[in-house]
């Protein structure tokens, strides 16, 4: 059964880079043909899509993100990261990972979310 | 993008009704709707996918069903545990996107 675990650094100055790791287990995260989602949720509000890595590499994000948003893979450690600059407040939320066992597939498996609060 | 609008936004229903809450598109997404189910605290569950598909180890209760532009999640006999919060998402393209929500209250 994979598993995904997300982990960050809790808390983040505006105008800081924010980095968020996802811990995959029980699958590798190279295998062909799934697309590795990161997804967030503002306290007491709705889900937003930021973006995908696919296990060959490609990625794609939300235009609302203005190009600040950027997903790697490190499949040495079987974990994917996400990195957002340039972060403020409307940043805070809880930050899920993902996974959609191909491109017009719902998620089926997601992290337990990470809490991150933008405050100076 | 695509904006999914759900209603109602809440609702109150009591253990053991028929519950039904719709989703519409902005533009056809060629029956790649996906329903969530989601807990407070915990992350969203995956229950249908492509308009009427249930996932794995979800109870039966859950339908979907919809076409084109517009979808319904029904759940036939309301039981405690459903009390939840549910999204319908698109993924007929990117950006991803999902409805703003129901919230299924008790009566």
């Known amino acids: 059964q994979v598993q995904l675990q997300e982990s960050g650094p809790g808390l983040v100055k505006p105008s800081q880079t924010l980095s968020l790791s996802c811990a995959v287990s029980g699958g590798s995260i190279s295998s062909s043909g799934y697309y590795w989602g990161w997804i967030r949720q503002p306290p007491g509000k709705g889900l937003e899509w930021i973006g995908y890595?696919?296990?060959?590499?490609?990625?794609d994000y939300n235009p609302s993100l203005t190009s600040r948003a950027n997903i790697s893979m490190d499949t040495s450690k079987n974990q994917l990261s996400l990195k957002l600059t340039s972060v403020t407040a409307a940043d805070t939320g809880t930050y899920y990972c993902a996974r959609r066992d191909g491109y017009n597939f719902g998620y089926r498996y997601w992290g337990q979310g990470t809490l991150l609060t933008v405050s100076s | 993008d695509i904006l999914m609008t759900q209603s109602p936004s809440s609702l109150s229903a009591s253990v053991g009704d028929r519950v039904s809450i719709s989703c519409r598109a902005s533009?056809?997404?060629?029956?790649?709707l996906n329903w969530y189910q989601q807990k407070p605290g915990k992350a969203p569950k995956l229950l249908i996918y492509?308009?009427?598909n249930l996932n794995s180890g979800v109870p039966s209760r859950f339908s979907g069903s919809g076409s084109g532009t517009d979808f319904i999640l029904t759940i036939s006999s309301l039981q405690r545990e459903d009390f939840a919060t549910y999204f319908c998402?698109?993924?007929?393209?990117?950006?991803?996107?999902f409805g703003q929500g129901t919230k299924v209250e008790i009566k």
């Open positions: 998402q698109q993924s007929y393209k990117t950006p991803l996107t």
């Open positions: 492509a308009t009427s």
């Open positions: 890595i696919h296990s060959s590499g490609s990625t």
């Open positions: 533009q056809s997404i060629s029956g790649f």
